[in-house]
């Protein structure tokens, strides 16, 4: 080989290297360190966060307001916290936008862009005031539970308090709180949690409200095990036939409780049903419908102005029943990943619709193109069996994405599970077992963070899907999974704590040996993700390395074909000939 082609070499692989960090907007080159930090997930530099609040769209800007600590890494006198992103993947962390102040500290809420000025907040700089309606809540006093406004005409670069809040209050509901507001027929309406019910209120200016209805008091109505909170109401249409010609126009409720979910804490259920501009009417069945069934899903709400007109939804990834026991030590809580909701007919004639979840588009943009594996032939994993998915991957991270489709016998079925793992033996599995779904992170190193962790260590999803074959994506960093099962019919998240990367996958059939049963997977990629948080300065830095060399898998039945290699064979076969 020529020194001149030596030269080239090293300028082509460096540039591909900068092509994979330039194709990510903002993206920062150096990744923390920092032990159980998310790398791509939103998380605060320091101290506390809960509720997603006010999100909302707003000339080219992503804005997410949230629960927020300034001061502490638990619980303590909320704030509003703010942060912005153009592209839903990279969060840029800004000043507190909503203080404490009279009436107590800012509780959940909503924002609205006021386009047609029903408040009188806007200016002559003509901006399109954005109002925060929140709930400001006092320990003092009878009324502990209030509705106040906030609004910017600054883009949301600073929010000033309604002189005259608050603008709802009453006396008789201690549990009177979360205010999430849309415009529709002419007018405001709130959806608010009281109690273990939902209120709905109209508004022509966002400063008087009346009541317009009431859902949810029949305990028949969803899950009433605990005080429910952070409601949504939607409206999604569901296609009938898949091709736009039946559409069913209809409304979702979300509602998140706390306890009472499937996991004993917090979740979010949801209804489906109809809105006449006055009340929700929701169909009826059996059993509660979850948005996921995870034990780290919470509070979650769209952004309002979205300008696609998705329903983009961000929830807390934790679980009131732990939150404040979580190890992590400048900061605790993170978002999930933003998620696309649909809703899919079940069952037309018996009105049942559920909802899918979707990670929103722009996530592919995560992906570090020089960190990609597939595999498109099938591989029959046999009863007590493993294969090592990543084994030949010519990447390690633990942050990736998943997309896997399987076929399953019916009658019988097995029983399976797709583990990220290490080499110390720690790992979060997704799996299936007796119609079920279920998220195991039971070997990790860190289950004994309070008793309800430890005794939310696996959770279980009914799959409500009854096809052989079975789609999966699933998003891994290096604190959480996300899992996506069956197009997002069955999505299920939850937060883990390992001591060292999960930067592995495998699947494994453990149906017994000797079943009959058959799992094929038919196709598999893998993606390494980029990393934005950078370090920063004071974050505790304890290394993660990443472990170099895997035990070749006896079981290993496959060939690889990533990027990298490709490149690289490509780049040997030039310099030789
Ligand atoms: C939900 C919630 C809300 C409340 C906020 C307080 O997680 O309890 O009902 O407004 O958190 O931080």
């Known amino acids: ?75 303590g006198p909320m704030h509003w916290g703010h942060a912005i992103s153009t592209n839903l993947i990279t969060w ?8 404490p102040d009279d009436l107590g500290d ?41 509705q106040s406004l906030a609004y910017s005409v600054d883009k949301a670069a600073t929010f000033q308090k309604y002189v005259n809040n608050p603008v709802l209050r009453d006396e008789n509901s201690p549990d009177f709180r979360d205010p999430n507001v849309f415009y529709y027929g002419g007018k405001w309406i709130m959806s608010l949690a009281v109690g273990n019910k939902i209120e709905f209120y ?24 605990g005080v429910w909170e952070c409601p949504d109401l939607i409206p999604l249409i569901a296609d009938v036939n898949g091709d736009g010609t039946k559409l069913d126009e209809l409304w979702v409720l979300l509602v998140s409780i706390n306890p009472g979910g499937p996991n004993k804490g917090s979740a979010t259920q949801y ?66 990943i933003p998620r696309t909701l649909d809703l899919v007919v079940v069952n037309r004639t018996a009105d049942q619709y559920r909802l899918v979840s979707t990670p929103a588009e722009e996530l592919q943009e995560l992906r570090n193109p020089l960190h990609y594996l597939e595999y498109n032939a099938e591989i029959n994993v046999l009863p007590q069996s493993i294969i090592n998915l990543t084994e030949q991957a010519a990447f390690s991270t633990p942050l990736m994405e998943l997309e896997i489709t399987l076929n399953i016998s019916k009658n019988p079925e097995p029983s399976f599970a797709i583990c990220a793992h290490n080499t110390i033996g720690e790992e979060v599995c997704f799996g299936y077992s007796n119609a079920e779904y279920y998220l195991d992170r039971s070997k990790t190193t860190n289950t004994a963070l309070n ?28 604190s959480s999974i996300e899992v996506f099962a069956d197009g997002g019919l069955t999505t299920m998240t939850a937060i883990h704590f390992s001591s060292q990367p999960l930067d592995k996958i495998y699947i494994n059939n453990w149906s017994k040996a000797g079943s009959s049963a058959i799992l094929k997977v038919k196709n598999f990629k893998v993606y390494g993700l980029h990393c934005w948080f950078a370090e920063r300065e004071g974050a505790v830095t304890t290394p993660t ?13 496959y060939q690889v074909f990533s990027l990298g290699t490709i490149i690289l064979l490509s780049l040997a076969h030039w310099v030789l000939y």
């Open 451 to 478: 008793t309800h962790y430890t005794g939310a260590l696996v959770s279980k999803a009914v799959r409500e899907a009854t096809e052989e074959v079975i789609s999966i994506r699933m998003f891994l960093d290096v």
């Open 106 to 146: 800012i509780f959940s809420g909503s924002s609205v862009v006021d386009t047609t000025n029903t408040t009188g907040f806007k200016t002559d700089n003509g901006n399109d005031p954005i109002v925060a309606i929140y709930t400001s809540a006092s320990e003092e006093g009878f009324l502990t539970q209030v």
């Open 1 to 75: 080989m020529t020194l001149n082609k030596l030269a080239l070499c090293f300028v082509a692989l460096f540039a591909l290297e900068l092509e994979g960090i330039a194709s990510m907007p903002k993206q920062n080159t150096q990744c923390t360190t920092e032990e159980f930090r998310p790398r791509y997930h939103f998380s605060p530099a320091e101290h506390w966060i809960n509720d997603p609040n006010g999100l909302i769209y707003y000339d080219g800007v992503y804005h997410m307001f949230y629960q927020y600590h300034p001061n502490d890494t638990i619980w």
């Open 92 to 99: 840029e962390e800004l000043d507190i936008a909503l203080a």
């Open 202 to 225: 109209g508004s022509p200016d966002l400063k008087t409200w009346s009541k317009l209805s009431e859902f949810g008091a029949d305990p028949q109505q969803g899950n009433h095990d």
């Open 271 to 336: 209804f489906v049903g109809n809105f006449d501009g006055t009340t929700f009417t929701s169909f009826t069945w059996s059993n509660t419908q979850w948005m996921d069934w995870g034990p780290d899903n919470y509070a979650g709400v769209t952004f309002s102005n979205e300008p696609q007109g998705r329903a983009l939804v961000v929830s807390w990834m934790s679980n009131w029943n732990y939150a404040n026991a979580t190890p992590t030590s400048a900061w605790r809580g993170q978002m999930t």
């Open 545 to 557: 390395t990443v472990t170099p060399t895997d035990p070749p898998s006896a079981a290993a039945q």
